[in-house]
């Protein structure tokens, strides 16, 4: 063992975990490359483009740099070293569904680059309005199952980003995924993981809405152009050329652009498109679907230029087509064009102006067929817009849609509502500010409306106001909040992240949700993540945290979430992955290659367990009062004790408790004994006592690595709580009777402690989390 010594920190070394590789260097000049490309720099051996097709095995992993070149964090790639398995034969694919309009050449062309491995990573799907793409993706998407036998033939995930925003999308894709982030940059390093996938997004154009119709664009540059970088990942998407969006996507691409004509075949779309009527469809809706379907609801006589672009065509005849409508079904079509769908059938009727559902009942088969959900637009949407610009007014919309109590069934009601106060820019922070409107309405309109209140004040949204308190709570939360299927899921997370910041509005959150816990604290990120969390167990602690902020290693009080004591200490590494409070005013961190960053202590019991720890140490705590402990987990899956006392021998386990190595440990006294709570990587949790051995398990055990733990004996019994690499958390309280409770806070959990008193603090990459589970 030696020592480097600063002028706050001690680093002990200990033996080296199994597996573990030293970061690769990077130069000044690749941080600043790094920089430019959105902060984000895949390695990979030499002679392999990491930005080209390249085996996954020969990609060493990812840099992560500041806006100013500065190495933030390096991401091993876990398959690096690995031979590329051989794909195995297709026997017993998926038959490929039935594909109309003529596009059996398009739908070859997107068969023949999933399986080529050296086609560019992104494939764009161009063409104008009503072209067909949505449904050629969808075809896809029906055709490639990501169960698919047929290994060269799967999508993996379908994500429409219609009125999307940057946060809803990536907190959708991340749900699909199955991964938990909350921003670009954590949606990234959850994929550098060495899986290949596919992903396919439609509906590009239609991002954000009215004042926020530039969200295509910046999901365009803030999400998918970094997530190009992933040299395992390939993204089909639907996206119009000659946008700010596919200008955003300056990278390698293949465009398939469905207004040429060689992606559909003339004879079979003129077979199809003479199906729709008794007649012969002119011949210059060739090659649109939709121009065909609209001109099939036009009596004869439709003249169209062959000359003029289909945008043009689809004008004209969309002109024409609304002057051959009978008077009565053209209320209710106005009425449809200004919500600008889509909508279905039944909440249509109810729209003013709508003349009832008779009328709706008479205009839905002038109307193009309806999408897979059951509901109807007006095609184009140039014409629509057109058709709307006397449209509904939003104060008539809303009286008409909302009742006065509102339940979970208006949530149809709801987002129509707030979506149309996107468009029309009308007001939205009266409605926001009802926790029951953000609760029952769905998340994506939600965070359009938000996002539109953040984006155009409009006077109702004041600093330190219902709202703001609500955007914020909203981002911290969003994750959960948008992959929430149930109201009370959704109002329990947003309970938590308001509390300590609206008392009010999380009790009213509380209610909704329906449990009888409750959050105390919020101590919210400033500008870098949270990334530790340690409770302070010395004589002068007074039941405070200590807190990894970035570099910066700061004290909160854990009664208000507050900070306390001096400025913060700079931790000299970021890559540690585990924090322990010392015994004497210091901490001890642990690095990934087992070394221990000693942070103002001067107690030599870390050096000695380190000595007795030969598998490597991969998980670390300490416990002090009047017996002062410390505890390491291994690579092969054991723990190790030492007491901080003259002559006492470090003991570990008889037995690896984990198939695999210990991710995460916490120790205390209890009943007169140390008791070590270990979660590993194979997604058990247990308990160990020396001389006893392996416990019954306090929790079960789940397909996916233990991010934390955390154990203590509170007046209610003795406190037990796990969390999950994906974000779950889970908690038993062993009292009087047996209690337990499941919790997701929005991010990945970090870190968690349990106080005297019996709260738990929970932190993720957005802040820490005050919530006391015995409150009633």
Excluded at 212 to 221: C, H, N, S, T, V
Excluded at 508 to 520: D, I, K, M, N, V
Excluded at 727 to 743: F, K, S
Aim: proline share 8%.
């Amino acid at each position: 063992m030696t020592e480097d010594r600063t002028a706050e920190s001690t680093v002990v070394e200990g033996a080296v975990p199994p597996g573990y590789r030293a970061d690769p260097p990077l130069s000044q000049e690749q941080g600043a490359e790094a920089a430019r490309r959105g902060g984000w720099l895949f390695t990979a051996d030499e002679g392999h483009d990491p930005d080209g097709p390249v085996p996954v095995g020969v990609v060493a992993g990812a840099w992560q740099v500041d806006a100013h070149g500065v190495p933030l964090r390096f991401l091993p790639n876990p398959r690096y070293g690995v031979p590329a398995a051989e794909r195995p034969v297709a026997e017993g694919a998926a038959p490929l569904p039935p594909l109309l309009a003529g596009r059996r050449p398009a739908g070859r062309a997107l068969l023949g680059w999933l399986e080529d491995p050296q086609a560019p990573r992104l494939c764009r799907v161009a063409g104008s309005s009503g072209s067909g793409r949505t449904h050629l993706l969808r075809w896809l998407a029906a055709a490639c199952p990501a169960d698919n036998p047929h290994a060269g033939r799967r999508v993996d995930v379908v994500l429409s980003a219609a009125e999307s925003t940057v946060d809803t999308f990536v907190w959708r894709l991340a749900a699909l995924l199955r991964v938990s982030a909350g921003t670009p940059d954590e949606l990234l390093a959850a994929l550098v993981d060495g899986v290949p996938r596919v992903l396919l997004v439609t509906d590009l154009d239609r991002a954000g809405t009215g004042p926020l119709a530039d969200a295509g664009q910046r999901i365009a540059a803030e999400v998918l152009r970094p997530l190009l970088r992933v040299p395992w990942l390939r993204i089909v998407l639907e996206c119009s050329s000659d946008t700010p969006a596919a200008a955003a996507l300056d990278v390698p691409s293949a465009v398939l652009d469905l207004d040429q004509p060689q992606w559909t075949d003339l004879d079979a779309f003129t077979r199809w498109s003479t199906s729709l009527a008794d007649r012969r469809l002119p011949a210059e809706v060739y090659p649109s679907p939709a121009l065909a379907l609209l001109a099939a609801r036009v009596e004869d006589g439709v003249l169209l230029d062959a000359g003029a672009s289909l945008a043009r065509r689809a004008e004209t005849l969309a002109e024409t087509w609304w002057e051959s409508l009978p008077e009565l079904v053209r209320a209710p079509v106005v009425a449809l064009a200004s919500v600008r769908g889509p909508l279905g059938a039944e909440l249509w009727g109810e729209l003013p102006g709508s003349l009832g559902p008779f009328a709706v009942e008479e205009a839905v088969p002038l109307l193009l067929p309806a999408d897979p959900d059951g509901c109807y637009r007006i095609w184009p949407d140039s014409f629509a817009a057109r058709l709307a610009r006397d449209g509904l007014d939003h104060l008539s919309i809303r009286q008409n849609l909302l009742p006065e109590q509102l339940g979970p069934l208006d949530a149809d009601r709801l987002d129509l509502v707030l979506r149309h106060a996107v468009r029309t820019s009308s007001p939205a922070g009266e409605l926001l500010a009802d926790p029951a409107v953000v609760a029952y309405a769905g998340p994506m309109a939600v965070g359009l409306a938000l996002a539109h209140v953040g984006e155009k004040p409009d006077g109702e949204s004041v600093d330190g106001g219902p709202v703001e308190h609500l955007r914020r709570a909203w981002r911290w939360a969003g994750p959960v909040v948008t992959a929430a299927a149930d109201p009370g899921g959704r109002a329990s997370v947003l309970h938590c992240w308001t509390a300590g910041q609206d008392d009010e509005l999380a009790e009213r959150f509380a209610q909704l949700a329906g449990h009888g816990w409750r959050a105390r604290w919020a101590f919210a990120r400033r500008a870098e993540p949270v990334r530790l969390l340690a409770r302070v167990d010395d004589p002068a602690g007074g039941g405070r945290l200590a807190v990894a902020v970035g570099a910066d290693l700061g004290l909160i009080d854990a009664s208000t979430g507050r900070p306390a004591g001096d400025a913060p200490l700079r931790l000299s590494d970021r890559t540690a992955v585990a924090l322990a409070a010392g015994f004497d005013g210091g901490a001890f961190a642990l690095r990934r290659d087992g070394a221990v960053e000693q942070i103002r202590s001067s107690s030599d019991v870390v050096r000695r367990l380190l000595a007795a720890t030969d598998g490597g140490a991969t998980a670390l705590a300490a416990r002090g009062g009047e017996r002062r402990t410390v505890a390491t987990g291994d690579a092969a899956g054991r723990v190790h004790l030492l007491d901080d006392g003259d002559g006492a021998q470090a003991v570990r386990s008889d037995e690896s408790l984990h198939a695999g190595p210990v991710t995460a440990l916490d120790l205390a006294h209890h009943g007169g004994h140390p008791l070590l709570i270990s979660g590993g990587a194979d997604g058990a949790v247990q308990a160990w006592t020396p001389g006893r051995g392996l416990l019954s398990a306090p929790l079960p055990a789940r397909d996916t690595p233990v991010a934390a733990v955390a154990v203590a004996p509170t007046p209610g019994g003795l406190m037990c709580a796990a969390a999950w690499a994906d974000g779950t958390i889970h908690v038993v309280l062993a009292g009087a009777e047996r209690a337990t409770h499941e919790l997701r806070l929005g991010s990945p959990v970090v870190g968690l402690a349990i106080t005297d008193g019996g709260l738990l603090c929970a932190a993720t990459a957005n802040g820490v989390l005050g919530i006391d589970l015995t409150a009633r």
